[in-house]
């Protein structure tokens, strides 16, 4: 069963907007992951954040982690046409050390 | 720069075949898995592996196999192909121990049943 649900499953905006994507989750966590991946590739890893962290940055990526809510947040600022990509976020439960993936976000960014 | 490689980029194969997809790192990862993604499912754990010869069931085994008798290469069987099968495969790797780590994936091989 899916761990990971992002919520929205499709988002279309305009170059230089923000874009938020959300994930919810079911069980507790070790960390929590966001993947990219472009058409037909595969994923490249973003950002890990920790069961302990609630915040992380990485460049123009801002990642939260609400452990109360059993969700997390990824922001985009300032996207770009080449963000375009599906966005994953994937759960690391406290059981063990695999990963299970949501569904996925859609983003295009149009120039 | 850490590569994970994936033996074909697409594959047609006839329903009944046995079909052999392979993984190759070259980051020494203890941990290597095999997805399949297809639309709407997002990616679902085949099988994974966390050292040379041992193997662990993911969430969709059945009509599957692997193999893993080097540490850096990793292999899917589908032992008789059906067209249910017809799917994105990924392969990716990490490392193991204390800590939490990232999953390097491979580019993905397009499998078609027919």
């Known amino acids: 069963s899916q761990q990971g649900e992002e919520d929205p499953q499709a988002l279309s905006i305009q170059e230089g907007e923000n874009a938020t994507m959300n994930c919810s989750y079911k069980?507790?966590?070790?960390?929590l992951q966001w993947y990219r991946q472009n058409s037909g590739r595969g994923l490249v890893h973003l950002i890990l954040?920790?069961?302990?962290?609630r915040e992380k940055h990485s460049g123009r990526l801002r990642v939260t982690l609400d452990t109360s809510k059993k969700s997390s947040s990824l922001l985009i600022t300032a996207s770009r046409a080449a963000d375009t990509a599906s966005y994953f976020c994937?759960?690391?439960?406290?059981?063990?050390?695999?990963?299970?993936f949501g569904e996925g976000t859609q983003l295009t960014v149009n120039p | 720069d850490v590569k994970v490689t994936q033996s074909s980029r697409y594959l047609v194969k006839r329903t009944g075949e046995k079909v052999f997809l392979e993984c190759v790192q070259d980051?020494?990862?203890?941990?290597m898995f095999w997805y399949r993604q297809d639309p709407g499912l997002g990616l679902r754990l085949i099988y994974f592996?966390?050292?040379?010869?041992?193997?662990e069931k993911g969430d969709i085994p059945e009509g599957y196999s692997v193999s893993r008798e080097k540490k850096e290469r990793f292999s899917l069987i589908l032992e008789s192909a059906s067209t249910n099968q017809t799917s994105m495969y990924l392969c990716?790797?990490?490392?193991?121990?204390?800590?939490?780590?990232?999953?390097?994936f491979g580019p993905g091989t397009r499998l078609t049943v027919t």
């Open positions: 990716a790797s990490s490392s193991a121990g204390q800590g939490a780590y990232e999953q390097y």
């Open positions: 592996s966390y050292d040379v010869k041992m193997k």
């Open positions: 980051m020494d990862h203890e941990n």
């Open positions: 954040i920790r069961s302990n962290e």
């Open positions: 994937a759960t690391e439960e406290t059981s063990g050390s695999r990963l299970t």
């Open positions: 069980t507790s966590i070790n960390n």
